[in-house]
Nanobody, 124 residues
Framework: VQLQASGGGLVQAGGSLRLSCVAS????????MGWFRQAPGKEREFVAT????????DYGDSVKGRFTISRDNVKDTVHLEMNSLKPEDTAVYSC??????????????????WGQGTLVTVSS
């Protein structure tokens, strides 16, 4: 399974970005999907996750109410809509797939496949 993330860039505080992650080589519609981020000098942080059917969703506390995760099982794509961005949202954002995606999980170790990441920079 390969995951290709895109949509990162430079945005001013208060702005919005939409990240996308396209999967290939696997059965996307059966995977739980997650977004994680890693800022310079910090550990990787859970951002959001969505179950295989889109019914179960969970967000990290720092992004709840500002970010929205969604998926399109026809296009094998998961999105992360990011609004009201803050400088502290600056990080490399990576998507990940959980082969047993019935229940959403925040744990990195539950994810089997990872994309390469896309950089989001929020200026103040």
């Amino acid at each position: 399974v390969q995951l290709q993330a895109s949509g990162g860039g430079l945005v001013q505080a208060g702005g919005s970005l939409r990240l996308s992650c396209v999967a290939s080589g696997g059965t996307f519609s059966s995977y739980g999907m997650g977004w994680f981020r890693q800022a310079p000098g910090k550990e990787r942080e859970f951002v959001a996750t969505i179950s295989w059917n889109g019914v179960y969703i969970d967000y990290g506390d720092s992004v709840k109410g500002r970010f929205t995760i969604s998926r399109d099982n026809v296009k094998d794509t998961v999105h992360l809509e990011m609004n009201s961005l803050k400088p502290e949202d600056t990080a490399v954002y990576s998507c990940a797939a959980d082969r047993y995606g019935v229940d959403p999980t925040r744990s990195e170790s539950d994810y089997d496949y990872w994309g390469q990441g896309t950089l989001v920079t929020v200026s103040s």
